[in-house]
């Protein structure tokens, strides 16, 4: 892999940005307030969408403040804004470069196009980190190079994978919709970290629109073109960033699917004989698809083995003092399959929990602390409900009322695996809090709606 190196930083925001982004924040609540005036009237669940708008986009500006003032110019988020100023800048001098670096073509020799009057593009060689520059150009351009209206922009534009995965579930759970509005919309460090330019904000959209398109698909049979097209823009977004988001939704995808269709069959005959090839063809297509993914992604995606040191190396690195004193260990280990596996339960427990609050370093670390609480109390409430339904009902009702929701398979298989996929990588509490945001919104709907189906049989049994 080639090195490039880069000149000084460019001047971030001025006086332009607090005055071009409110007028866009203005233009935006007018069109989002007539669109929810026009849907409310078809459909409740749109009186929380102008909070949610405003959560995202006061989100995004307060990260990008914070991070402008506190950490300077060196951040992540800088540089991918500097790299589309860079991008839109070459589009001025050579349009046909610049369209073959936007569709993935970043050669030195498309690099030896860039000088100091357009500006150096960072991450350059990095692929996965350039993808964020490349996506963000367009809103650069919009945005009239302004680092704020286009962080605004971004917000807005990520916003409604969130919000459809919001209705997706409220719909379907209509009798706890405060509490998956708080999951999905309202969850503060998702909003801070999932609304700027950063990979983060683009992931986690993708995700959503993933699962929710997926299901129209399959399950609701809705809209079938404009779904497939979603799907498809939902997939390259996710390779493109951060292909290992895309094999843990689209194995929990996977698993949704035949659960959705084995889950209401009373046949025995056919449940026991036919539907156990059907599985096993699922099964085996997906692995076959995500190994093919693999291979067209290549590099560290292209095999398991290469996968797996991967996973080593990465964990290795955040490891170092070049990234501060916020640093926790899951404990070493092998770069095999075994090795990894062995390390499960210390990884998922960090992607699902950590940090704990008395290993907050900052306020930033200790909002998300907080937030954990929140999260392995109703894990452990689940706990409870689960073993008192289990002694006094039967496994089979415990389970039934736990697991009977295909949302819920979807969302716990999707973040036990994607928290396995975090932990095991990552050693800096700085990075955690981070990355695990896309699992928070699936995971905290999934215990909230576990919680209320045993409280609403648990009053059925009552009754009767």
Known sequence: MYEITVPGCIDIIDLFDFILAPLYIIVILFIAL????????????YRYFIGGLLAKIFGGIGFLLIYIYYYGSDS?????????????????KNMSVFFSIIFGNNSLENYSYFNNETGYPYFYSDANSLAVARLTAPFVLIGARSFMATTVLISTLTYFGIWRLFLLFAEQNKEIVKQIAFAILFIPSVFFWGSGILKDSYTLSAACWLLVSAYYIVIKKKKILFNVTVFIISVYVLIAIKPYIFFAAFGGIIIMVVHYFIRDVRNKVLKYTVLP??????????IYTMLNVGNTIGGWYSSVDKIVEKAYITQQDLKQEYYGGNRFDIGSFDPTIGGILSKAQPAITAGLFRPFVWESRNPVMLLSGLENIIYLFLFLYILLLSFMALFNLGFNYMLKTAF??????????FSIMFAFMVGLTTANFGALVRYKIPLIPFFLSALFIIISRFNKQREKNITE
Do not use: C, H, R
């Open 404 to 413: 009977d929701n295909s949302l819920v398979v979807f969302s716990l298989v």
């Open 277 to 286: 090839i059907l599985i096993v063809f699922f099964v085996l297509g997906g």
């Open 34 to 45: 007539n669109y929810q005036k026009k849907k409310e009237s078809e459909n409740p669940l």
């Open 76 to 92: 992540d988020t800088t540089m991918y804004y500097n790299t589309s100023v860079s991008l839109i800048n070459l589009a001025g």
